[in-house]
């Protein structure tokens, strides 16, 4: 179920993520749940182009605060994976890994301990559907779709009917997921023969969230721009955003 062996979380390392940036059926592991294929011209992880930015390499955490406003600093590792990439960051705060989709000049992750997270990337339409793509660390880069619908254009708050397969065509699973404000991001709750809690953050027409069951996970989001990058993140049951100012 939706890669119930990559679950495992733990609820200490939530309140470690407050200091630092920080699964019919059987929807293989966390990210299982919120991705449907991302819509037309999504471009994953890619590798770059003369048009698009090349995210490998160390990054530098030049400034960054968490929730409550204390800063940090440290370092994020960008490694390609297939179609995506791993994120390996080591702060003053702790020491985190993640997983990320590369879409136009953005660089989307959900992240967590251990491996024991997952990431969705919705495209948001216009009659109040979702496209999205999603994957696990345990998925070692191949890549699951989800479509959700509620019939409420416009409207991204709501109960979703999700059809969707996983990774590496292992499957597929169908349920329900919920959406909810909250403040500056998104509670998301699926129920697809097991449940795990989402967390995201909205840009444009893209929802970019980090899951898994519990609380031991995160989403983060970073603008790149040259050598430059601006990140925003989160944490369940946050109701506001976190940052970090990154740069190489």
């Known amino acids: 179920a ?43 992880g890619q590798a770059a182009g003369p048009s698009r930015p090349a995210p490998a390499g160390r990054w530098n955490i030049l400034e960054a605060k968490t929730l409550p406003g204390v800063s940090y600093t440290g370092t994020v590792d960008v490694t390609p994976r297939g179609n995506m990439f791993d994120l390996a960051w080591k702060t003053t705060g702790g020491s985190y890994a993640g997983l990320a989709f590369l879409e136009g000049n953005r660089l989307l992750a959900g992240w967590g301990p251990a491996g024991n997270f997952g990431v969705v990337v919705y495209r948001i339409h216009a009659d109040g559907s979702l496209d999205g793509r ?11 779709t989800e479509r959700a619908e509620q019939g409420k254009p416009g409207t991204l708050e709501g109960l979703y009917q999700v059809t969707g397969n996983n990774p590496g065509g292992k499957g597929s699973y169908k349920g329900t997921l919920s959406v909810a404000k909250n403040g500056e991001v998104y509670d998301l709750s699926w129920s697809v023969g097991a449940t795990y809690a989402g967390v995201g953050l909205r840009s444009g027409d893209t929802l970019a969230v980090g899951w898994g069951i519990g609380d031991g996970f995160g989403v983060v989001e970073y603008t790149l721009a040259g050598d430059k990058a601006e990140g925003r993140w989160t944490l369940p049951k946050a109701n506001k955003v976190g940052t970090e100012r990154l740069g190489r």
């Open 2 to 44: 939706r890669m119930k062996t990559a679950l495992a979380l733990f609820f200490v390392v939530a309140l470690a993520g407050c200091n630092a940036i920080t699964g019919s059926s059987d929807k293989a592991s966390p990210t299982g749940t919120a991705a449907a294929a991302l819509a037309p011209g999504g471009s994953g």
């Open 134 to 144: 999603w994957s696990t660390p345990e998925a070692q880069g191949q890549v699951g």
